[in-house]
């Protein structure tokens, strides 16, 4: 999501030298190789677990898609009856979400940088 979409879309806005990038610290984004990247990308403008400056990871204003987007998410993919296997799941999710996800980000980026 990172490198294919956020990334592209901040170079494209030319705002990659000002946003400031938050982490949320899960345990897979926590890896070194995610904190390389990042820090090869963003140099000291991340906040997160691991970094030198620290955001409370629960705060439903600073971690939007924890508190939203996923319930959000859910609720769309549930709508219709529940799939049988795995793979339908994936397909229903993918199918539902569509460019939600894209149009969500971006929308959200471009907000944060208004403000």
């Not at 490198?3 to 949320?24: A, C, M, S, V, W």
């Not at 890896?31 to 629960?58: S, T």
């Not at 397909?91 to 940088?113: D, F, H, N, Y």
């Amino acid at each position: 999501m990172l490198k294919g979409f956020y990334l592209p879309n901040i170079r494209r806005h030319g705002e990659l030298n000002t946003i400031t990038f938050h982490q949320d610290g899960a345990p897979p984004h926590y890896a070194n190789l995610v904190r390389d990247w990042l820090q090869e990308k963003f140099c000291d403008r991340m906040i997160g677990r691991g970094f030198d400056d620290f955001w409370p990871p629960y705060s439903p204003d600073l971690n939007p898609c924890d508190f939203y987007l996923w319930g959000y998410l859910k609720s769309v993919v549930y709508r219709d009856p529940v799939a049988k296997t795995l793979e339908d799941l994936k397909k229903v999710i993918r199918k539902k979400s569509g460019r939600l996800m894209e149009k969500l980000w971006l929308k959200c980026t471009i907000a944060c940088l208004s403000d």
